[in-house]
């Protein structure tokens, strides 16, 4: 079936709530603008079938554990059950990114406590429960740039990262949302919006595009209900 673009661009400015700074975090970590926006870009979306996106791309691994060179990685995706859209952030480091809350696993780390773990320190939301996952690890590898800024950050070489993604159902309320996380790791985003699965496909960088029509494709029939 179908699903349609539609603007997000809304002529009633959504409201703007206002964040509890955590004080134990260094203040070049905090956001500049860690809140709601009002509207985002026109977007110049296609009409996109989710069903006519093939389960078996290239990026799909079947295998128990990750194929050997990818980082392990858990990917969110989290749902807002009154409109059926989907949590976005935008990326500090690079603005113009937006993109869904993911995170590494640690050693011995099970990947659905991991991505637990990760929304809460990356969103400060913990009133979620996890409602469908993709059954095969999904893989995407990183741009020649992207390798050698990592292999700076990480001192550790991989190809890209291997993801286990999970689709969780927001139970909170707007309000709990801060993207200063929990305070235990320095913030990641400075904007977030509800969107739709369309819009978030076509507002994430261009390596991680297949990865998220394959993960929307496997969670579709829960934006449908």
């Not at 990818?70 to 990917?75: A, C, H, M, P």
């Not at 999904?138 to 190809?159: A, C, I, N």
């Not at 320095?186 to 394959?214: C, D, H, N, R, T």
């Amino acid at each position: 079936m179908a699903l349609f673009c539609r603007s997000i661009i809304s002529t009633f400015p959504l409201p703007r709530f206002p964040l509890q700074l955590n004080t134990s975090i260094p203040s070049p970590y905090y956001p500049p603008k860690s809140h709601q926006i009002t509207a985002l870009p026109h977007l110049r979306c296609k009409t996109v079938s989710f069903a006519s996106l093939s389960s078996q791309s290239p990026s799909s691994s079947s295998m128990e554990n990750p194929p050997e060179g990818y980082r392990r990685n858990v990917g969110i995706c989290l749902m807002n059950p009154s409109n059926k859209k989907i949590f976005a952030a935008s990326r500090l480091d690079i603005p113009s990114a937006w993109q869904m809350p993911q995170g590494g696993v640690d050693d011995n780390e099970d990947p659905r406590n991991a991505a637990i773990r990760e929304l809460r320190e990356e969103t400060g939301v913990t009133s979620a429960e996890i409602v469908a996952e993709v059954p095969h690890w999904v893989t995407y590898d990183f741009p020649p740039d992207v390798r050698e800024k990592l292999r700076h950050q990480w001192g550790s070489d991989w190809k890209g990262q291997a993801q286990k993604w999970f689709l969780f159902k927001f139970t909170g309320k707007d309000e709990e949302i801060n993207l200063l996380g929990d305070g235990t790791e320095k913030a990641e985003f400075g904007e977030w919006s509800w969107i739709s699965p369309e819009q978030v496909i076509e507002l994430a960088v261009e390596f991680k595009k297949p990865v998220y029509k394959e993960v929307l494709s496997v969670f579709s029939q829960h934006f449908q209900q």
